[in-house]
């Protein structure tokens, strides 16, 4: 297919259903499923076109879709690296929380969640992100 990819996305759904798929072996290397529906072909085809223009995901966002799909667990990221240390001052009292590879260390014990730590401090139910003050309140809700 010739021309932009503004022109090349523009013409897509004028393309015929043969061609599409024709299209679909060039920029996928293989034909496409033969029970797959013409307005299935017009958006996947695009967004490869746009994937090879501009880039595709990150390795990271790449890896975590590959294990929700074999069914593993995955850990909600919150960009904390391990090492990273959280202090609360709560009730006159510090508290502190280090982020490790698989949770939180806190008080010499090791945690899952944040939440499960203000647990422990709090003992009532508070979210761990807020508690250590993660969560940050946009200017127009505070």
């Not at 501009?54 to 391990?82: D, H, W, Y």
């Not at 939180?104 to 139910?125: M, N, P, Q, W």
């Amino acid at each position: 297919m010739k021309g932009n990819l503004e022109t090349q996305l523009s013409e897509l759904p004028k393309l015929k259903t043969e061609r599409l798929r024709s299209l679909w072996q060039e920029v996928f290397g293989k034909p496409p499923h033969p029970k797959l529906r013409r307005e299935l072909l017009i958006p996947i085809i695009a967004y490869r076109l746009q994937e090879r223009a501009f880039g595709g995901l990150k390795p990271a966002t790449l890896r975590r879709l590959e294990a929700i799909n074999s069914g593993k667990q995955v850990r909600k990221q919150r960009g904390l690296q391990p090492g990273t240390r959280m202090v609360r001052q709560w009730q006159g009292k510090m508290y502190e929380a280090v982020t490790v590879e698989q949770g939180y260390i806190y008080d010499g014990r090791k945690y899952r969640s944040l939440s499960e730590i203000a647990r422990a401090i709090t003992g009532t139910r508070w979210s761990g992100p807020a508690f250590f003050g993660l969560r940050q309140k946009s200017r127009e809700a505070a």
